[in-house]
Nanobody, 131 residues
Framework: VQLVESGGGSVQIGGSLILSCVAS????????IGWFRQVPGKEREGVACINTNDDGHVHYVNSVKGRFTISSDSAKNMVYLRLNNLGPEDTAVYFC????????????????????????WGQGTQVSVSS
């Protein structure tokens, strides 16, 4: 399993970014793939996750609802995270993650399972928001 993120950068408050994650090594169109973020000294926080099959079910942490949008493209094995109306609190390294063996649905328990050490992670991409 390999996950490679891209699209991070530096933006001003209120700006937008689109993060991309290209995935390989597992059955993409029947998996849950998501995004976490981490700042130094803090634990990784689940941000958004999506079921890449026809269900397309998504889940967001409350702090990003209405601002971030997760989507997937099975033809390209890609997952995207659009970040709108960014604030300084969104500054972090953003990671793409998946667990091909996870038996459930996108939601808080998926975040907890991955954060506890299950699954696979990309190398991360830095998002910095400043005034």
């Amino acid at each position: 399993v390999q996950l490679v993120e891209s699209g991070g950068g530096s933006v001003q408050i209120g700006g937008s970014l689109i993060l991309s994650c290209v995935a390989s090594g597992f059955t993409f169109d029947d998996s849950i793939i998501g995004w976490f973020r981490q700042v130094p000294g803090k634990e990784r926080e689940g941000v958004a996750c999506i079921n890449t099959n026809d269900d397309g079910h998504v889940h967001y942490v409350n702090s990003v609802k209405g601002r971030f949008t997760i989507s997937s493209d099975s033809a390209k094995n890609m997952v995207y995270l659009r970040l709108n109306n960014l604030g300084p609190e969104d500054t972090a390294v953003y990671f793409c993650a998946t667990d091909p063996l996870y038996p459930g649905y996108p939601g808080p328990m998926w975040f907890e399972s991955l954060a506890a050490g299950a699954g696979y992670w990309g190398q991360g991409t830095q998002v910095s928001v400043s005034s």
